[in-house]
């Protein structure tokens, strides 16, 4: 319903355009970019790419190579126009560019284009011109969004990542990429903007929603996968945000995207974990690198992060594009430049390779020449930056095969298989938190069913500005109602909205319903006196939650609580539906509800995967994968933390006084989520258990569904170091599998540890080591001393 039809005109122009290249340019096997009737070494596919890009970085000018440091920002975001005019010839990219960033994507509903088969043809007529109308024909790339699935009109919707990371499920996250990747490369794009490797560790952060989850090892196995999924499509993952992105200070947001609160070590050994697998262990072709500083240094000018730890570490050689105002907020923000010259000159002798903003591309291109000639980035610096930049291109086949057939399109893009993938995760991702018996929901026996709440009927959370821009969103009151059909009633009142008048403010003064919203509710009570049973469906929208959205409490926003009090008070039993992109302290309805859901914003099919899930055809198995603290004042609040850092007032005989004046332990656990099964562990193995730190190390375990439903069982190793140089972490996740169990079932785990990987850390003087000495092995199905099942030990001897 979204492929627009093109005027006339314009349809002509494209058939006349097709992706076949000039005759004179078009040989045997390979393209003469330069127009020269020979083919030239960077012309030539049998050639290493090393050899080629040196060849090619040889025949540029500088204006062409400083060119492939911009980035063209698409149609109606900066670009003014969809197809390539007279005026491009006149514009910097006459002598190329580095990519073009969501051009036609349909974001925020700017339709342009955003038909599957006419977007491919518009990216190859694109593609066409930089071949034929700039002097050495150098291909550009063309980079989009993609953590939510891509960002293109009806593409594939799927959970957020903090959904995504709730399913614990590596093999469903490869397939996303993979699905992902699939579909940007069918309508033309190159590079993906995904996935996102920050590590949560204030849930007050508005990127919350965006993350895997606050361990470090979860997020960096989930995003490894995700970024094999994609790059198995022959496209870039452009992972983000390199680093130390995500403890900003207070857990604000918006402008105040600065100042970590995170220690060295910890820096090194939590937020940056992911990075170091990922770059490691899935080679990812991109990186962005982010707005904020770390002790003072912003990373986009620090050539400690973006080459001694990303190149002569990690080995990463790709290219470093800019969070879109990194390099502006050197002078802007962070004032560590006098002008916006000397911050461009900061980043580019950093590391950075490509400026991208909300900006046109002559507004870096043309200073960052100024800034050339007057000596203050070099040429050899300048030429190590475009060569990682071609290096990418030509590793993506850019030079050899740049087009795509826009007649495949469409039987790419939502395919029923792809479909089927959105509802598996849409399934997977959903956590069980309280059952007292009452779920799952019997048709037989529910009778008139009310289902109410803010998220009861709103597409719109579903709806990512990092995602597809339009999807066929299925609702938990549809799901409902699909699922029900003729065997029960079901009546829908809003009740309240996502938040309040006064909003903000309501969360550190909370005032009563006005009018209006007092009538909104009293609707609501009044359709819950003719309702058997309440299905409450509460959360956030994108004014509560996303990019620049943090918040100075947890509590659900606005009056939902007051909704849910209203709905416990009529006596019937009460499922809350938690449809959230952060944890939430949710005391009251964990004291007084029946039962809780968390759906996140689960995609395209959260409203079946929500009914499913009430109705017990989907057995819950997704684990939490943040801990969701009592109150904000417990914050920070998260796994892995140091020895103690949790540990209770004492009650009397402290010399140094006590008390019992503190709220303890969170509501839930990271890892937490219940069944409507049940499962035992049992037989744990390792082997051996005295070794050296060069010897791989065995865990198995049983787990046995005793229950009598299928059910999927997620086992979670954690790891805690006994004795150390430097105070340890209390527990490590170092393994998990998420286990699918017919009732009566077992099944044996296995984990492989490898200590020089798994059980490293940095001593006192900040050298990566593995120390001799005993180390915990813990079999368990949620965090805290309450979730082990199963223990053990092992020894690393000298």
Not at 74 to 85: E, I, S
Not at 107 to 129: F, K, P
Not at 278 to 289: C, D, Q, Y
């Amino acid at each position: 319903m979204h492929n627009l039809k093109l005027p006339f005109a314009i349809a002509s122009l494209l058939f006349l355009f097709s992706t076949a290249l000039a005759e004179e340019i078009v040989r045997d096997g390979w393209i003469d970019r330069n127009k020269n009737g020979e083919m030239d070494p960077y012309e030539n596919p049998e050639l290493s790419v090393d050899e080629r890009v040196a060849d090619l970085i040889g025949r540029m000018n500088m204006d062409e190579k400083t060119a492939q440091m911009g980035t063209i920002y698409g149609h109606k975001r900066v670009l003014k126009t969809t197809h390539p005019t007279e005026d491009w010839k006149k514009r910097v990219w006459k002598d190329g560019i580095g990519n073009i960033d969501e051009h036609a994507n349909g974001v925020r509903e700017v339709m342009d284009m955003t038909g599957h088969s006419e977007h491919a043809d518009l990216l190859n007529l694109i593609q066409r011109w930089f071949i034929e109308e700039t002097r050495l024909g150098i291909p550009v790339d063309f980079t989009n969004e993609g953590i939510r699935g891509l960002c293109h009109t009806l593409a594939s919707n799927f959970p957020s990542q903090l959904g995504i990371g709730a399913t614990w499920d590596r093999d469903l996250v490869r397939q996303i990429g993979e699905i992902t990747g699939s579909e940007a490369k069918a309508l033309g794009y190159t590079n993906i903007y995904s996935p996102i490797l920050d590590v949560v560790r204030d849930p007050r952060w508005g990127r919350t929603i965006e993350c895997y989850g606050e361990s470090p090892y979860l997020v960096g196995e989930l995003g490894k996968q995700q970024t094999l999924g994609l790059q198995s499509q022959g496209v870039a993952s452009t992972v983000k945000h390199f680093a130390a992105y995500s403890t900003p200070h207070g857990g604000r947001d918006g402008r105040a995207r600065t100042d970590p609160q995170i220690p060295f070590r910890d820096m090194h050994e939590i937020l940056l974990h992911p990075f170091e697998k990922v770059f490691t262990e899935a080679n990812p072709k991109g990186a962005m690198s982010s707005y904020n500083t770390y002790d003072g240094v912003p990373v986009t000018g620090s050539r400690y992060f973006l080459n001694e730890l990303l190149r002569d570490t990690y080995g990463f050689r790709g290219y470093v594009v800019s969070d879109s105002g990194a390099v502006s907020r050197l002078h802007a923000q962070h004032e560590v430049a006098s002008d916006f010259e000397e911050a461009i000159a900061q980043a580019v002798n950093a590391g950075l390779n490509v400026r991208t903003n909300f900006k046109k591309a002559e507004d870096f291109v043309i200073p960052l020449r100024k800034v050339v000639a007057d000596g203050r980035i070099s040429e050899e610096t300048i030429n190590s930056r475009v060569a990682d930049v071609l290096r990418v291109k030509f590793e993506l086949g850019l030079f050899d095969e740049p087009f795509v057939d826009p007649d495949a399109a469409p039987g790419k893009i939502h395919t029923d298989a792809n479909e089927a993938a959105t509802l598996r995760a849409a399934r997977e991702a959903m956590v069980l938190l309280k059952n007292d018996g009452v779920l799952p929901l019997s048709l037989d026996e529910c009778g008139t069913l009310l289902v109410t709440g803010p998220a009861a009927d709103d597409a719109s959370p579903m709806i990512s500005r990092y995602g597809p821009g339009t999807s066929d969103v299925i609702t938990p009151l549809q799901g409902i109602k699909r699922l029900v059909g003729d065997q029960a009633k079901v009546i829908h009142s809003e009740g309240v909205a996502y938040y309040d008048e006064t909003f903000p403010g309501s969360g550190i003064l909370p005032q009563p319903p006005n009018k209006e919203e007092q009538a909104k509710l009293d609707e609501a009570i009044a359709a819950a006196e003719q309702a058997d049973v309440i299905v409450c469906v509460m959360g956030d929208n994108d004014d509560t939650v996303g990019e620049s959205r943090s918040r100075t409490d947890l509590n659900l926003p606005g009056h939902q609580h007051l909704l849910i009090q209203e709905m416990v008070k009529t006596g019937k039993p009460v499922v809350v539906v938690l449809m959230i992109g952060r944890a939430a302290s949710v005391n009251w309805i964990q004291e007084h509800a029946n039962g809780i859901l968390v759906s996140w914003h689960g995609g395209e099919k959260v409203g079946q995967a929500v009914a499913e899930t009430v109705f017990g055809e989907n057995n819950p198995g997704g684990k939490l994968p943040i801990t969701f603290p009592k109150t904000v004042g417990q914050i920070p609040l998260a796994v892995p933390h140091r020895n103690g850092a949790w540990s209770k007032q004492e009650a009397r005989h402290d010399p140094n006084g006590w008390g019992t004046t503190r709220v303890l332990g969170p509501l839930y656990y990271f890892g937490y989520g219940l069944s409507y099964t049940t499962f035992e562990y049992s037989d744990l193995e390792i082997s051996p258990t005295k070794t050296d730190a060069n010897t791989e190390i065995t865990v198995t375990c049983k787990v046995t569904n005793t229950g009598d439903r299928d059910g999927d069982a997620v086992v979670q190793l954690y790891v805690k170091d006994v004795v150390a140089s430097v105070a340890p972490y209390e527990q490590v996740l170092r393994g998990f599998e998420r286990v699918g169990l017919s009732a009566g079932e077992s099944k044996t785990v296995r984990f492989t540890l490898t200590p020089k990987r798994d059980l490293k850390m940095l001593n006192r003087d900040n050298d990566w080591v593995v120390e001799p000495g005993r180390f915990e092995i813990m079999v368990s199905d949620c965090s805290g001393d309450d979730g082990v099942r199963l223990k053990g030990e092992i020894e690393i001897t000298p």
